[in-house]
T-cell receptor
Framework: RKEVEQDPGPFNVPEGATVAFNCTYS??????FFWYRQDCRKEPKLLMS???SGNEDGRFTAQLNRASQYISLLIRDSKLSDSATYLC????????????FGPGTRLSVLP | DAGVIQSPRHEVTEMGQEVTLRCKPI?????LFWYRQTMMRGLELLIY????????DSGMPEDRFSAKMPNASFSTLKIQPSEPRDSAVYFC?????????????FGPGTRLTVT
C-alpha cells in the first residue's frame, strides 16, 4: 500500500461548482498534513495546512480525520484559476520535515 | 525577495555524463530539500539538510547520486554517471521551521533529459 493515496481524477467541473478531494495515509504516526497546488510545468506551492479541528481559507476547507487516516479538501464556487493538480502531503519523520507527497488529483474547471 | 533559485532550468545530456544541479535557498532558511518528480513515481524526497548537515538521505536512489551543501546559501545534486531513467524534473526547496508549522518553498525546478 502506498503511503499517501488520492483520488486519481481528473475532475472536470463547471465554474461555480463545489468539488471535494480525498486523501488517505498509511502511517498512523504522521504529525503534519498539507495541501499543495501544482500548476502545469510549475513548482508545487502550499495551498493550506490541515489542522486537527479542520480549517477554512476563503473558498477552501480542509478536514483531518486521524482515526480514519483521512484528509479532505473542499473547494466551493470553483474558478477557472483553480485548475491545477492538488497534492496531499503527510510528514513521516520525527523532525516533521520528511514530506511524502500523494500522486495528486488533477482538477479542470470549465467555463 | 528572491525565492529558491535553481540552475540550470533545462539540461540535456548523454548517458554516462556527469550532471550537476545547483540550488540557492531562500536567505535565512535552515532546511534544504532535493526532490525528483516523474510521471510514474510522482514527487519523491531524495535528501534534506538542516543547517548544512544531511539529515535524511534515504530517498537517494543509488550511489550515482550525491548531494552537498557547503554553506547556507548553496547546494548541489550530482549524478555520475547519468542514465536515461534519471530523466525527471528535480526540485530544490527550502524552509524555516517556526514552531510546529512551516512551509517548504520550491524552486522552479531543473528539467533533466538523459539521452
Amino acid at each position: 500500500r502506498k503511503e499517501v493515496e488520492q483520488d486519481p481524477g481528473p475532475f472536470n467541473v463547471p465554474e461555480g461548482a463545489t468539488v471535494a478531494f480525498n486523501c488517505t495515509y498509511s502511517n498512523s504516526a504522521s504529525q503534519s498534513f498539507f495541501w499543495y497546488r501544482q500548476d502545469c510545468r510549475k513548482e508545487p506551492k502550499l495551498l493550506m495546512s490541515v489542522y486537527s479541528s479542520g480549517n477554512e481559507d476563503g473558498r477552501f476547507t480542509a478536514q483531518l480525520n486521524r482515526a480514519s487516516q483521512y484528509i479532505s479538501l473542499l473547494i466551493r464556487d470553483s474558478k477557472l484559476s483553480d485548475s491545477a493538480t492538488y497534492l496531499c502531503v503527510v510528514t513521516v519523520d520525527n523532525y516533521g520535515q520528511n514530506f511524502v507527497f500523494g500522486p495528486g488529483t488533477r482538477l479542470s474547471v470549465l467555463p | 525577495d528572491a525565492g529558491v533559485i535553481q540552475s540550470p532550468r533545462h539540461e540535456v545530456t548523454e548517458m554516462g555524463q556527469e550532471v550537476t544541479l545547483r540550488c540557492k535557498p531562500i536567505s535565512g532558511h535552515d532546511y534544504l530539500f532535493w526532490y525528483r518528480q516523474t510521471m510514474m513515481r510522482g514527487l519523491e524526497l531524495l535528501i534534506y539538510f538542516n543547517n548544512n548537515v544531511p539529515i535524511d538521505d534515504s530517498g537517494m536512489p543509488e550511489d550515482r547520486f550525491s548531494a552537498k551543501m557547503p554553506n547556507a546559501s548553496f547546494s548541489t545534486l550530482k549524478i555520475q554517471p547519468s542514465e536515461p531513467r534519471d530523466s525527471a524534473v528535480y526540485f530544490c526547496a527550502s524552509s524555516l521551521r517556526q514552531g510546529v508549522s512551516y512551509e517548504q518553498y520550491f524552486g522552479p525546478g531543473t528539467r533533466l533529459t538523459v539521452t
